[in-house]
């Protein structure tokens, strides 16, 4: 009697294990302004203790040397030392050159540091280095500034300064204004060849109604009345606005 030997194969399994993936630690811009600590993350979220999320910075105002811990979220974990605040500020010296720009001149540092200032607070990524002298072309709207000495890396507390708006550009007004009296309303039309935002309708001074057409429906005028268009840029100023008077 034969027998048959079975031999079962036998499978090995060899597990690579992958390295796991490092942790990457906080990239952050850190600004000393005075009695202000600014943090802001170059990559990925983070966490500083101690400090305030506002606006994509982290902030905490303190005079003295200070050291903190910054968490970058999902990875490490990195500690952080700033100077102590340094207590004066540039004096500055503005002058207006023409209607669209002023000159600003600063003493009392070897260098400084312009920025936009939004509520009240420096735009970190808005800095602008100079010696001595920077001149400030205006907007047509008021813009806030502050402005640091540099002493040994650290910035100094802010002076503060608004540049008034200029003189608003010159809007042209619409042409061929007409009143048209239909039998239960009157329509006032107008044409217009510029580029605008949209147009405002007044009857006697007050405001009806808006409009991006180059017509507008209104009811039929009882006696004499005055109808004034006044057009939005697209910058968003008002014209001084045409008008016509009716007369029954």
Request: glycine fraction near 8%.
């Amino acid at each position: 009697m034969k027998r048959s030997l079975f031999i079962a194969p036998l499978i090995f399994s060899c597990g690579i294990k992958a390295n796991p993936e490092v942790l990457k630690a906080p990239e952050v811009d850190i600004r000393r302004i005075g009695e202000h600590i600014y943090v802001r993350s170059l990559a990925g979220d983070i966490r500083v203790e101690g400090f305030e999320n506002k606006r994509g910075y982290w902030i905490k105002s303190s005079e003295r040397a200070l050291c903190f811990d910054v968490q970058r979220i999902g990875g490490k974990r990195a500690k952080f030392c700033v100077p102590p605040a340094v207590q004066k500020e540039p004096s500055l010296d503005i002058k207006e050159e023409e209607e669209d720009r002023i000159s600003l001149t600063a003493r009392g540092f070897d260098a400084y540091r312009l920025y936009h200032l939004e509520e009240g607070s420096p735009l970190l990524t808005s800095a602008r280095d100079f010696k001595e002298s920077i001149v400030i072309q205006k907007d047509y709207w008021e813009r806030c500034y502050g402005i640091t000495g540099l002493k040994d890396g650290v910035e100094s507390k802010m002076a503060k300064l608004c540049a008034k708006p200029k003189k608003p550009p010159h809007i042209e007004e619409v042409e061929g204004l007409e009143l048209r009296l239909g039998k239960e309303k009157a329509y006032l039309i107008w044409f217009y060849r510029g580029d605008y935002r949209e147009f405002v309708v007044f009857v006697n001074g007050k405001e009806v109604g808006r409009t991006r057409g180059f017509s507008f429906e209104l009811d039929l005028p009882e006696g004499e009345a005055e109808y004034r268009v006044k057009v939005i840029s697209t910058l968003g100023f008002e014209s001084s606005g045409r008008s016509i008077v009716y007369k029954p």
